[in-house]
């Protein structure tokens, strides 16, 4: 519901109580060098940029009332700048939007008498959302901090079907009892560069199908509980040097996603990326970004993914991309997680790594679940460093999945693991495939182990063209259980130690 204030309407504000005061002329001293002048100190203009300034005559608006105006006097295809002269409490239910249309651009920015002007905070007075974003309309928010409840359980900012929010120059929003930001819809966009959406208690970001997000440089979405972005059909580009870091996909029930259960987003502690219907979420990360150090947890329905967590969808890492330092806590996949049965997909290209990442069971750096999962590790991509405790140090292939390695430059090395089966790197379960067009997998551990499986029909196709294992002794396929079970091993003019 809208809320106004003035312009002869009258509406509720059950939660805007305070009386904030503009920005005021500091008194100048009571004399000059001389004495007996007084030195006026002019009221600084603010730096518009091209924006129309809203109630310029007041210079003592609030947020409140301007946007308010906004609503009833925004012109579609209009620039608008709302300036945030001091800290405000903001009730729910404020639309970036018009009675008489939308298509318009608004800013939120901080404004006060000194340059930089101190970042303003606009807090949720009340349990809902503060701001929704109608379509076709867009929000900046431009060295703003928007800060919700911690109670709360609705997001704090909303974003309609082709709405627009973008986070630039030091914008924050954070520490919400719900999500951070909540995509609605198809051709909702949300597009950050030097800005955070941090310790929300729901996650960070939600993404519904069609929706797109943006993370260019220095943008970062961090310390969330339920998991930082979590895509239900919809895609996530991570530009430059961004970074989604320490979020954690704890259990959140009545998450208001709409599923019966909430197993798929127990997972991905960084990213949780979901089919909606038929329309598939995608990851694609490019520039020297990471996801870092997020954590899926222990103990109930988990399935895994420290980092990431595929369900029927795809991810891209180019450039210098990294996945690093992630924790699968109870499960599999300490960094990337594929799940679903229409081909979860990861390609690794470029300098791309996979490295440091911990999963408790199997799968350190990757784990494929159930049927059809790809990964493709091409150029100079490496999976590196990561641990398991108990199976496939770097990565564990299940059933009818597939791994590729296309390249001589691809490395797969300095895994570890406590204990498990064959003492590899890279576990095969039966009925997957492992080709091997190029690339070397090296000490401590290497080779490929296969898993033991009672039925003797259980087929591995592992398949070694030009590539090798290092040092020989570091290299070997390791079967385990009853090696009569093991077929169709193919042998391509490769460097193999039985």
């Given at each position: 519901?809208k809320r106004f204030m003035g312009?002869g309407?009258?509406?509720s504000?059950?939660?805007?109580t305070?009386?904030?005061?503009?920005?005021s002329?500091p008194s100048?001293?009571?004399?000059?060098?001389?004495?007996g002048?007084?030195?006026?100190?002019?009221?600084?203009?603010p730096?518009?940029?091209?924006?129309?300034?809203?109630?310029?005559?007041?210079p003592?608006?609030?947020?409140?009332?301007?946007?308010n105006?906004l609503?009833l006097?925004?012109?579609?295809?209009?620039?608008?700048?709302?300036?945030?002269?001091a800290?405000?409490?903001?009730?729910p239910?404020?639309?970036?939007g018009n009675?008489?249309?939308?298509n318009?651009?608004v800013?939120?920015?901080?404004?006060?008498?000194?340059t930089?002007?101190?970042?303003r905070?606009?807090?949720?007075?009340s349990?809902?959302?503060?701001?929704?974003?109608?379509?076709?309309?867009?929000?900046?928010?431009y060295d703003?901090?928007?800060a919700?409840?911690s109670?709360?359980t609705q997001?704090l900012?909303?974003?309609a079907?082709?709405?627009?929010?973008?986070?630039?120059?030091?914008a924050?929003?954070?520490?919400?009892g719900?999500?951070?930001?909540h995509l609605?819809?198809?051709a909702?966009?949300l597009n950050m560069t030097r800005?955070?959406?941090?310790?929300?208690?729901?996650?960070?970001?939600?993404?519904n199908?069609?929706?797109?997000i943006t993370?260019?440089?220095?943008a970062?979405?961090?310390g969330?509980?339920?998991?930082?972005?979590?895509?239900?059909?919809?895609?996530l580009?991570?530009?430059g040097n961004a970074?989604?870091?320490d979020?954690?996909?704890?259990?959140?029930a009545?998450s208001?996603?709409?599923?019966g259960?909430?197993?798929p987003h127990?997972?991905?502690?960084?990213?949780?990326?979901?089919?909606?219907?038929?329309?598939?979420?995608?990851?694609?990360?490019s520039?020297t970004?990471?996801i870092e150090?997020?954590?899926s947890?222990a103990?109930?329905d988990t399935?895994g993914g420290?980092?990431?967590?595929?369900?029927?969808?795809?991810?891209?890492?180019?450039?210098?991309?990294?996945?690093?330092?992630?924790?699968?806590?109870?499960h599999?996949?300490g960094?990337?997680?594929?799940?679903?049965t229409q081909?979860s997909?990861?390609?690794?290209?470029?300098?791309s790594?996979?490295?440091?990442?911990?999963?408790?069971?199997?799968g350190g750096?990757?784990?494929?679940r159930?049927?059809s999962g790809?990964i493709y590790l091409?150029?100079?991509?490496?999976?590196?460093?990561?641990?398991?405790?108990i199976?496939?140090?770097a990565?564990?292939i299940s059933p009818?999945?597939?791994l590729f390695m296309l390249?001589n430059?691809v490395?797969?090395?300095?895994n570890?693991?406590?204990?498990g089966v064959?003492?590899a790197?890279?576990?095969?379960?039966?009925?997957?495939?492992?080709?091997m067009?190029?690339?070397?997998?090296?000490?401590?551990l290497g080779?490929?182990?296969?898993?033991?499986h009672?039925?003797s029909?259980?087929?591995?196709v592992y398949?070694?063209?030009v590539g090798?294992?290092?040092?020989p002794?570091?290299?070997?396929?390791s079967p385990?259980g009853?090696?009569a079970n093991?077929?169709?091993?193919?042998v391509?003019?490769?460097?193999l130690?039985?």
């Open positions: 519901m312009f309407l009258v509406l504000l059950t939660a805007l305070a009386f904030f005061a503009a920005c002329n100048g001293p009571s004399g000059g060098i001389n004495g002048t007084e030195v006026n100190i002019p009221t600084p203009t730096p518009n940029d091209g924006f129309t300034p809203v109630l310029p005559g007041d003592n608006a609030t947020v409140s009332e301007q946007l105006y609503w006097n925004a012109a579609q295809g209009g620039t608008y700048v709302v300036w945030a002269r800290n405000e409490t903001l009730a239910g404020y639309d970036i009675i008489n249309g939308n318009f651009t800013r939120i920015r901080s404004f006060g008498p000194n930089p002007p101190p970042r905070v606009l807090t949720l007075g349990a809902g959302t503060m701001l929704n974003v109608q379509g076709n309309n867009t929000l900046i928010l703003i901090e928007l919700g409840l109670g709360n997001p900012v909303t974003v079907a082709d709405g627009t929010l973008n986070m630039e120059n030091g924050v929003i954070r520490d919400n719900g999500f951070g930001v609605l819809g198809s909702s966009e800005s955070q959406i941090r310790d929300n208690a729901r996650r960070g970001v939600v993404v199908s069609g929706g797109t993370m260019g440089e220095g970062r979405v961090e969330n509980q339920g998991g930082g972005v979590v895509l239900m059909g919809s895609s580009y991570m530009e970074i989604i870091y979020n954690y996909s704890c259990w959140i009545n208001g996603l709409g599923f259960s909430d197993w127990q997972s991905g502690g960084g990213v949780s990326a979901n089919m909606s219907g038929s329309v598939r979420s995608s990851v694609t990360m520039g970004s990471r150090n997020n954590r947890p103990g109930g399935i420290g980092g990431v967590m595929l369900s029927n969808s795809d991810l891209i890492m180019n450039d210098s991309s990294r996945i690093i330092g992630n924790q699968a806590l109870s599999n996949g960094g990337v997680h594929l799940r679903g081909a997909t990861v390609r690794m290209k470029d300098d790594r996979v490295e440091n990442n911990i999963a408790a069971v199997a750096g990757l784990d494929t159930q049927a790809r091409q150029d100079r991509a490496a999976v590196t460093g990561n641990k398991s405790f199976a496939g140090s990565m564990q009818g999945t597939y390249d430059g490395r797969v090395h300095g570890t693991h406590t204990t064959g003492n790197q890279i576990r095969l379960s039966e009925n997957s495939r492992f080709d067009a190029g690339g070397i997998i090296t000490a401590p080779g490929v182990a296969l898993s033991p009672a039925d029909s259980a087929r591995y398949r070694v063209d090798n294992f290092g040092a002794a570091n290299g070997y396929i385990a009853n090696a093991i077929t169709a091993i193919e391509i003019d490769g460097h130690q039985p």
